[in-house]
């Protein structure tokens, strides 16, 4: 294999430089808690036991129905992004969380899911993906599985590379999945094994979210702006993912990769 790798434009080193930081520095956890006016702790006291465990379920659920619906409302021709739509869809959806507490929730969790994946399709298709492929789909499902690191994770297995490299095996297995018979989960244990993966690092942030919405005081208002807030993550991690897969297509992986890097040691951008 050849040492040579591409050298990054200016311009799309200080795209990546953005990237990185949007990858590596999530903020949903410091957003909510500036917002409540208080940690999370709070909130998470408030959520029973059985819950938690629901919440599991819940998730892998959401990402099921959002994996088989949201690229049908969606047209495949290249367009820029339309954040300001899916921000507001997401505030509206929020809204019954708050105003219903943990029983709107449940159904909330699987609207709001959908429409996330619809705003990172969204995003994947301004950055030059094709929507309707497989692996642009899994991409976008990935991303369910970044941002959400906690203090208490080891960097190593929390990063954006680590987190990629842990479910590429999986991911390739689902594509393949994906390219022969569509996206039936049915015998597909590739692609019910890759839901649960995501779903797994999914669910902390989904409780994280129930956890701001159980904070003594807030209501239907509060509740939109929550999710206002976990719509904005979630589009902040995707303009990330899809900027470094659209570099990684006119570079090659090894190359971004390398100047990803290299970023570590050197100042960002602003």
């Excluded at 379920?57 to 690229?71: D, N």
């Amino acid at each position: 294999m050849s040492t040579h790798t591409l050298q990054l434009a200016d311009a799309d080193l200080e795209a990546l430089a953005h990237a990185r930081g949007l990858l590596e520095n999530p903020s949903l956890v410091a957003r909510l808690s500036s917002f409540v006016g208080s940690p999370l702790e709070q909130g998470m006291a408030r959520l029973p036991t059985s819950w938690r465990t629901k919440v599991g379920g819940l998730a892998h659920e959401a990402l099921l129905r959002a994996m088989s619906t949201a690229a049908r409302t969606l047209e495949p021709e290249p367009r820029p992004a339309s954040p300001r739509l899916h921000k507001l869809l997401g505030s509206v959806s929020g809204a019954g969380g708050g105003a219903f507490g943990l029983a709107g929730l449940t159904v909330e969790i699987p609207l709001s899911t959908v429409l996330i994946m619809r705003a990172i399709l969204d995003i994947a298709r301004a950055e030059g993906e094709h929507i309707d492929r497989p692996a642009t789909r899994l991409a976008a499902l990935e991303v369910f599985a970044l941002g959400g690191t906690q203090r208490s994770d080891d960097a190593t297995e929390s990063g954006y590379y680590a987190v990629r490299a842990a479910l590429a095996t999986t991911v390739s297995e689902a594509a393949r999945h994906l390219a022969q018979k569509g996206l039936s989960a049915e015998g597909a244990p590739a692609l019910v094994r890759l839901i649960t993966m995501v779903a797994a690092r999914y669910k902390v942030q989904v409780t994280q979210k129930a956890a701001g919405m159980l904070v003594p005081g807030i209501g239907a208002a509060a509740g939109a702006t929550i999710n206002l807030m976990f719509m904005n993550h979630f589009q902040d991690v995707s303009r990330g993912h899809f900027t470094v897969r659209r570099l990684e297509r006119h570079y090659g992986a090894e190359a971004v990769r390398t100047a990803w890097e290299a970023l570590a040691d050197s100042p960002r951008p602003h």
